[in-house]
């Protein structure tokens, strides 16, 4: 085993303390790699406090991993010794299923294997990217073009593909309305790939606190959400819009904003059932639907697509010993607009 130095959390309401954790022996097709920053996601929230239940301790989170290759197997065809990587929201899958096949290793139907708190055959779990090292499968690990920073690309891992995904799958481009619910840690890269893809991008949130960010990054209209008139103003507006907050919305309300044969893609993951009213849905043949990250060659597709935009989150880097600080800030809304962990303090 190699060591490596880690952030763990040992109970749901424990703090974060540092750690050695091991990593597995170079295997002839893993990728030993170097981590140098970590995206903090809000999943990794939920998933260190068991607010999804399952969670195993101690836990190590972290599925937006950025780093420079330290060694390779000797069958690695595809990386060499100091090159840019990344490692996203899984690190394997079973590979032969229609899924895996179709390059769509997120809906593994014998299941994907999470970068942290996913079983391991020898009965231990994935510890994740709030550590120093990680070897991984080659054909798990992603390439960072030069174009993109290490440290604003992390978010990508996660963020990013969570938003390009479905505004692919949907057709976002020119000629097409596309709303984005909520500017934060996901809807801010929401909006600047639906704006490169070259759709007409309307920001809904809660209050007009954050509308010349959401201009500055790439809206070309921004409504308040708490405003009645908003819903009026934009019935029947939206092609697609992507919800992506973690509470309860009425979504009946936001239903009522698309237009004929327009979706509703929910990507946050509210605590309690979503309620829908089914005659808003017959309504201009309205569609609700859900999406996940992307699968690892399309994950890549979107690097290369924010590479060559420019695209990448936007940050505030921080030291591992503010891990606790940086999830109440999170939670606060305080933060503009995802966290990034410097792994050379850990």
């Not at 490596?4 to 954790?21: G, L, M, N, P, R």
């Not at 290759?69 to 840019?84: A, L, W």
């Not at 990344?86 to 299941?111: I, N, R, W």
């Not at 880097?317 to 850990?346: C, G, P, Q, W």
Request: with cysteine; aromatic share 6%; hydrophobic share 40%.
């Amino acid at each position: 085993m190699v060591t490596a130095a880690a952030y763990s959390v040992s109970a749901a309401d424990a703090t974060f303390e540092k750690v050695t954790i091991d990593r597995r022996e170079l295997g002839p097709t893993d990728v030993a790699i170097d981590i140098k920053f970590a995206g903090i996601c809000h999943s990794d929230i939920h998933t260190a406090r068991n607010e999804w239940k399952g969670t195993q301790y101690p836990c190590v989170p972290g599925h937006e991993i950025v780093g420079l290759v330290s060694d390779v197997g000797s069958e690695v065809t595809k990386f060499k010794p100091g090159d840019r990587v990344g490692v996203g929201c899984f690190v394997d899958s079973c590979g032969v299923c229609d899924s895996c096949v179709a390059d769509e290793e997120q809906y593994c139907m014998k299941g994907v294997v999470a970068t942290y708190n996913s079983p391991l055959p020898d009965g231990s779990r994935t510890l994740g990217g709030y550590s120093t090292h990680v070897v991984v499968t080659e054909s798990f690990v992603l390439s960072i073009p030069d174009g993109l920073e290490l440290d604003v690309a992390a978010p990508l891992l996660c963020a990013g593909i969570t938003l390009y995904s479905p505004l692919k799958h949907w057709g976002a481009g020119p000629g097409k309305q596309v709303a984005i619910i909520g500017m934060g840690g996901l809807g801010h890269v929401g909006v600047k790939i639906a704006n490169a893809l070259g759709a007409e991008v309307t920001v809904l949130s809660q209050s007009l606190s954050k509308e010349e960010d959401g201009k500055r990054l790439g809206a070309h209209h921004y409504y308040a959400t708490s405003d009645r008139n908003t819903f009026k103003e934009l019935k029947n507006r939206f092609d697609l819009i992507l919800n992506t907050v973690s509470v309860n919305l009425n979504i009946d309300s936001y239903l009522r904003l698309l237009a004929v044969n327009g979706t509703l893609v929910e990507l946050g993951l509210p605590e309690n059932p979503i309620e829908v009213r089914a005659s808003f849905l017959a309504a201009n043949r309205r569609s609700l639907a859900g999406s996940m990250v992307g699968g690892i060659a399309q994950t890549q597709e979107m690097l290369d697509f924010c590479a060559e935009h420019g695209i990448g989150a936007e940050i505030e880097v921080i030291a591992a010993d503010k891990i606790d600080e940086a999830y109440e800030r999170v939670l606060a809304s305080n933060v503009r607009y995802r966290f990034v962990i410097d792994a050379a303090t850990m």
